[in-house]
């Protein structure tokens, strides 16, 4: 098959797209021909090396994955050839207490498809387990239905199952223009919240509230937490979705009023942060920490796009042989929504 790897870490050039061996399925294992990939932080992070993390070369990154069934290992009784379908990206063992329990993005030895340890979708196939296979929503194309799963699992845990967000709060969104956030923006609204986006441009703002959102903040011009206090009438907001970290994030604290949730899933800008401690007890504040979400959320959220209340957002689709360019384009941040590659 033709797929795009990378031998060595490095820049967007160490990525290839050559000749590379087709994948072999275990008994429980679905072959998916590859139709559409999203591109994703992570693929960068996986291409450029991470301390401490050791990925095995040649790689091959993509974690939103779209495509049809082409083949079938021994015991899969639930999946048929020829199925269109989108892969759930959480691997795990199954048999743990957490992932027993519906919490398998707790599980141990928990594996994202195209992260650091197992092959992803910047091929003309890929295999998976068959428990990461879901059928692919009705009238939806291959590129939407890629836009999915990693962005909008994340969020929705976030939201949804640890913040907890109720009708009438306050939502901030960190980066609205990214993936993630564009995501977020939708669930903060389906759960009910008066939503607060930012972005780095007024377009970017824009597309937001065409998403939802209720208000904007440019913070390349304007000052984050004096126009969350003037927004909120000093009270602050209930939930900060935050996926920045670094110098970002030591300024968010002050923004979340009494009894509030930050909830954050990345540090694109730095991982090592300070915080004022005194705003955490005598504000009670909670921050919580995020990884992926569960098998059944995803089910979930599928259901919402079906019902029209959850949309992906596509900004540009770009041929796999070009994935190079598309990480470009990914880390020059001129993107709202979601970078796909197709075969």
């Known amino acids: 098959m033709k797929a795009v790897r990378f031998h060595e870490h490095g820049g967007p050039e160490v ?8 994948p072999v399925i275990a008994p429980h294992e679905v072959l998916v021909r590859v139709k559409a990939c999203a591109l994703n932080h992570l693929d960068v992070w996986t291409r450029k090396g991470m301390p401490g993390v050791k990925v095995p070369l040649p790689h091959i990154s993509g974690c939103d994955i779209a495509g049809e069934v082409a083949g079938l290992g021994s015991i899969v009784t ?21 992932c027993l329990s519906g919490r398998d993005n707790l599980c141990r030895s928990y594996e994202i498809v195209g992260g650091y340890r197992i092959d992803g979708g ?3 196939y890929v295999k998976v387990p068959e428990v990461n296979i879901l059928p692919l929503p009705e009238g939806m194309t291959f590129e939407a239905a890629a836009a ?13 199952t640890l913040a907890r967000v109720r009708t009438g709060e306050d939502v901030l969104v960190m980066g609205a223009g990214s993936g993630v956030g564009s995501a977020a923006v939708q669930i903060a609204k389906l759960c009910g919240a008066r939503v607060i986006a930012t972005a780095s441009t007024g377009d970017k703002l ?11 903040i440019d913070y390349t011009t304007q000052d984050l937490v004096a126009e969350v206090r003037r927004l ?16 970002v994030f030591e300024k968010l604290i002050p923004a979340l009023a009494a009894g509030g949730r930050l909830v954050t899933c990345g540090a694109t800008a730095g991982y090592l942060v300070q ?27 599928l259901r919402e796009v079906e019902r029209g209340r959850l949309r ?9 042989k070009e994935a190079s360019e598309a990480q470009r384009v990914m880390e020059d941040r001129k993107v709202f929504g979601k970078l796909v590659l197709v075969t």
């Not at 639930?78 to 957490?98: E, F």
Request: contains cysteine; glycine residues 12%; aromatic residues 8%.
């Open 206 to 216: 824009g597309k937001a509230k065409g998403l939802g959102a209720d208000e904007g």
């Open 78 to 98: 639930r999946i048929k050839t020829g199925q269109p379908v989108v892969v759930s990206p959480g691997i795990s063992c199954g048999q743990c207490a957490h």
């Open 275 to 301: 915080t004022d401690l005194r705003y955490l007890f005598m504000r009670q504040v909670a921050i919580m920490g995020a990884h992926m979400g569960s098998k059944a959320d995803l089910f979930e959220i």
């Open 122 to 124: 910047y091929a003309e």
């Open 232 to 247: 909120t009438a000093r009270r602050g907001v209930d939930v900060i979705f935050e996926h920045v970290g670094g110098p």
């Open 15 to 22: 990525l290839r797209y050559e000749d590379a061996p087709d």
């Open 148 to 160: 999915i799963p990693l962005t909008f699992l994340t969020a929705w845990n976030m939201l949804v």
């Open 312 to 320: 992906p957002v596509v900004d540009r689709v770009f041929p796999l």
